[in-house]
């Protein structure tokens, strides 16, 4: 089975602007981009979970989140480091797109987007963490059976590091 770190994207991998999707506002977190060459160095799956509710505000659209995703790819391809996988949520119950506006079994504290990629990859919860900023990340991986790690700033590399030594 493989083993996998789960990260929230805004406020742990770059820096929470508030609705996110233009490459030129993005800002990696201090230690992001050593994680996840971390993670693939280490035989971690690195897999990006994320709720993003501007698709269903109609603030930018589930192409802009396909975009910056890619381009964060390309960047982390610079220094031989990739993402995995992307799963984000574009749902909100009170969203202004009607065919986002719905009450959703993904969005975050929910754990449909981990129990994807847990079944996706055959990927062993026991041996998994996920990493987030707010305590729904948390919620979320413990709603799937992942235990959750709650970053609070800093270095995000020693973050990860930490967490696993506690394994």
């Known amino acids: 089975m493989a083993k996998a770190i789960f990260f ?3 406020g742990t991998l770059n820096v929470d ?4 999707y233009r490459i030129e506002d993005f800002k990696w977190i201090d230690g992001a981009i050593d994680a996840i060459k ?5 035989n971690y799956l690195a897999i990006v979970i994320t ?10 659209s589930e192409d802009d989140v396909n975009r910056l995703h890619a381009w964060m790819n ?19 119950p009170r969203g202004a797109v009607e065919k986002y506006s719905v009450e959703c079994d993904c969005r ?4 449909k987007m981990i129990l994807d990629a847990l079944n996706r990859f055959d990927i ?16 979320s991986g413990l709603n799937a059976g992942v235990r959750g790690v709650l970053f609070e700033g800093g270095n995000l590399l020693e973050t990860l590091r ?6």
Request: net charge negative; hydrophobic share 30%; with cysteine.
């Open 38 to 42: 971390f993670c693939n160095q280490n």
């Open 124 to 139: 062993a919860r026991d041996q998994s963490l996920m990493i987030g900023d707010k305590q729904r990340d948390i919620d």
């Open 51 to 60: 709720n993003q509710s501007g698709v269903a505000r109609g603030m930018y």
């Open 108 to 111: 975050k504290p929910r754990p």
């Open 162 to 167: 930490a967490a696993l030594k506690n394994d």
């Open 8 to 10: 929230d994207r805004d």
């Open 17 to 20: 602007v508030d609705y996110l």
């Open 74 to 92: 390309e960047e982390l391809s610079k220094v031989g480091a990739h993402i995995d996988a992307f799963y984000y949520c574009p749902h909100h």
